[in-house]
């Protein structure tokens, strides 16, 4: 029996052998048989470290879907959350699958497209929460006005997600039919580093606003430079916990995909795709830390305060005065900006 696994081994190495065989030859593998190194991974992925990742995402897609009902608001936020998580989850459930089969391609090229493509659904809630946080310091703070985040930011990763997601399905076809997948990794490489940069420009304007809004404060005064709308919801502990959970989760996804672009940059025989420490650590955990901290403090429930209370966001007394004179309730900037929503 060894003598002809032996032979097969030789025959499927032998690079004038044709990549039909040698793929044939992968899939009929086992542990038992082959050499770990003619597996996809190069590894056994972990069972323990996948499953906690698959529980970690599974059990924050559920709390981003119980939150975004709750809240009613930032519904573009959690709908993003919600397909990054699911996603992940895809990903994870593939790892899963290879742990007792590492030479199974279906489960490897899962969790290659799913887990490369989900934080661009991550990133994009990112940026829908930088035009709300503007409107709640003051828009003459920022050098652009509000909705330009979206606006800019939304296409960019749009067009981030479809190279991502049209080069893993290159890949993939490739990789099922005996090619060579370099064209599609290609392609999912630039859309990572399309992530990449915009991130990047995202976190200098953030940086940027905060810069501008520290020193008017400083020089101006806060009743001068801050919009006093939202004067109490600025105060909360709860939202002072979403600006600091979501700076974490953007350094966090941006740390990610830098990692992504130098894994894939090596192809999918290089050394960080094949050395599990790296991912385990550069990815299932900092993108895990990420989701957990924007459920911890989720936008719709942080900004609550500035909706309910009077003075804040909606002015509820000063609403329900309005009314009884006749009047229109007065309107905030979050809230005009939900309704152009």
């Known amino acids: ?57 599974a059990l924050s897609t559920v709390l981003f879907i119980g939150q975004g009902v709750l809240s009613r608001r930032f519904v573009g936020f959690t709908i993003a959350m919600v397909c990054g998580c699911a996603l992940e989850v895809i990903g994870y459930v593939g790892r899963i699958g290879s742990h007792k089969n590492p030479f199974a391609e279906n489960p490897f090229l899962i969790q290659i497209v799913c887990l490369t493509i989900a934080p661009a659904f991550l990133a994009a809630g990112i940026y829908l929460c930088l035009s709300r946080i503007v409107l709640t310091f003051g828009p003459q703070n920022s050098r652009i006005k509000p909705m330009s985040y979206p606006r800019i930011f ?45 991130l990047a420009i995202f976190i200098a304007l953030a940086l940027d606003f905060s810069i501008r809004t520290t020193r008017r404060t400083r020089g101006l005064g ?81 900004f609550r305060e500035g909706y309910q209370r009077g003075g804040g966001c909606c002015g509820c007394c000063g609403g329900r005065k309005a009314e009884t004179r006749g009047e229109s309730p007065p309107v905030s900037a979050v809230e005009l900006n939900e309704r152009e929503k």
Request: hydrophobic share 45%; aromatic share 10%.
């Open 222 to 302: 806060a009743e001068n430079a801050l919009d006093p709308t939202h004067a109490r919801l600025r105060q909360s502990w709860a939202f002072k916990g979403f600006l600091i959970a979501l700076s974490f989760a953007t350094l966090c996804i941006f740390t990610r995909s830098v990692y992504r672009v130098a894994e894939l940059s090596e192809g999918w025989n290089g050394h960080l795709i094949k050395t599990q420490k790296y991912f385990i650590g550069l990815e299932g955990a900092i993108v895990g830390a990420a989701v957990l901290a924007l459920n911890a403090f989720h936008p719709g429930l942080c």
């Open 154 to 198: 939304i296409p960019c990763d749009l067009a981030s997600l479809m190279l991502q997601a049209a080069g893993g399905g290159i890949a993939s076809a490739a990789s099922h039919s005996d090619r060579d997948p370099t064209t599609g990794n290609n392609i999912m490489i630039a859309g990572l580093s399309i992530q990449v940069g915009t």
């Open 1 to 57: 029996m060894a003598s002809i696994a032996y032979a097969l081994l030789t025959h499927a190495l032998d690079p004038r052998s044709k990549a039909s065989d040698r793929k044939n030859f992968r899939n009929s593998c086992t542990l038992e048989t082959c050499p770990l190194s003619l597996s996809y991974w190069g590894y056994i992925p972990s069972l323990p470290a996948n499953a906690l990742f698959l529980a970690l995402f």
